[in-house]
């Protein structure tokens, strides 16, 4: 029974953070690479069941270096899912977030008339407000700290072309303006209309990598929307877009709703992903994976040493002027050495030779007792035993 459970429960957990990492990856570079990752895999396990051992060698050291690569690359994407899918740092997302300034409605109505001032006089601008997360960590260059008071002559002078810092965002924290100029990561998602521009790709960006909001402030396109979690919504008034940010920004808002997360609506959406994980799961479970294997066996074919057995010639050498050797029954030795595992699967077999000195040998039956001084191999190679361990042979006299 505990067996069945143990079992259940191993399933459960793996599918939902592989489903919690596919979600968020999805149409994005880091998914491409995810893929290519585990093709390569794939592959490894395949040239591997079949006896390649050159390929699935190479294949292994091919794996791991996308892996490192991987996650160096989207080491902000770990972060971002690590912190969405462990309930610890949710929890203290929240408490800080009790003790955290909300902002009042004056000012954000002041922000609502000074994003639309912005777009009257044809400004573009991108405005960050934080909310539970910390965005230092996420921004590319953290731009100036300025922790001044939200005022529509402030964000004019921000976002005018002759501001050093009109390219960058602001960061709005606690109701104030923190920093201007920053420099946010871009959105990797492949799904982005081709008429949203760098500015837009910026907001989606910093929204997909935390839970801050955007607004952008398009003077191209004459308008203004607003981003949260990677989704653009399009703002027609100043109203809408102080209820917006109001419903987004109280202290209230963004808690976690257990009861919500497990309706029938949110298990059944996008079923056929889940059951796809899921079922890769199972047939891994029965078929893929041995039950012995640990992380701590997983460089074990590059540390840990194992035996091999091997037929070696004989040859022999040092016999006497005056006598030859007759056809002897003994042509090869069976020889069991030890090595490391990635050392023994490619060690040429003609390296190995076992050679008899004959020297003080006389005319008639012989017989030889075989020591490790008669092997010969490379250094990094035990001798564990050999069979036969006596060869008999027989010389005669030359005619």
């Known amino acids: 029974m505990w067996n069945n459970l143990n079992y259940l429960i191993d399933i459960l957990i793996m599918w939902y953070l592989i489903y919690q990492a596919y979600k968020r990856f999805n149409n994005s570079h880091a998914m491409q690479l ?105 921004f590319r260059s953290p731009g100036e700290k300025i922790d001044a008071e939200i005022r529509t002559a402030l964000m004019e002078s921000i976002f005018n072309s002759t501001s050093p810092y009109h390219d960058g965002a602001i960061h709005i924290q606690n109701g104030k303006i923190l920093r201007v100029g920053c420099i946010l990561p871009l959105s990797e998602r492949q799904d982005i209309p081709a008429s949203y521009g760098t500015r837009h790709r910026a907001a989606l960006g910093i929204t997909e990598s935390s839970d801050a909001l955007a607004i952008i402030v398009s003077e191209e396109r004459r308008e203004i929307a607003v981003i949260e979690n990677g989704e653009i919504t399009k703002i027609d008034t100043k109203e809408q877009l102080t209820e917006w940010i109001m419903l ?35 047939l891994l479970s029965n078929f893929g994976i041995d039950e012995k294997v640990t992380p701590s066996k997983i460089l074990s074919n590059f540390s840990e040493s194992e035996t091999a057995r091997y037929k070696v010639p004989i040859s022999f050498y040092n016999i006497p002027k005056n006598l030859e050797l007759e056809l002897d029954n003994f042509k090869v030795i069976e020889l069991q050495v030890s090595g490391r595992k990635n050392i023994l699967n490619f060690l040429d077999e003609e390296k190995l030779m076992i050679r008899l000195n004959l020297k003080n040998s006389e005319p008639g039956e012989n017989s030889y007792k075989i020591s ?21 042979y027989r010389l005669k006299i030359k005619n």
């Open 248 to 282: 987004r920004t109280k202290s209230n808002e963004n808690s976690i709703d257990f009861k919500n997360q497990f309706t029938l609506n949110n298990l059944t959406n996008n079923w056929k992903s889940k059951f796809f994980i899921l079922a890769c799961l199972i």
């Open 372 to 392: 490790s001084r008669d092997v010969i191999m490379p250094d990094f190679l035990k001798i564990v035993s050999f069979s036969p361990k006596k060869v008999l």
């Open 34 to 138: 995810l893929i290519r990752i585990v093709s390569i895999w794939i592959c490894y396990f395949i040239s591997k069941h079949f006896g390649l051992h050159l390929t699935s060698f190479l294949l292994w050291i091919v794996c791991i270096t996308f892996l490192i690569l991987f996650l160096i690359s989207f080491q902000n994407d770990i972060r971002k899912i690590s912190s969405e899918i462990n309930p610890l740092v949710r929890i203290i997302a929240m408490i800080r977030k009790v003790f955290k300034f909300t902002p009042t409605n004056n000012t954000l109505s002041i922000l609502g008339d000074s994003t639309f001032q912005l777009l009257e006089k044809g400004l573009g601008a991108i405005v960050i407000i934080e909310r539970k997360e910390d965005l230092d960590s996420i």
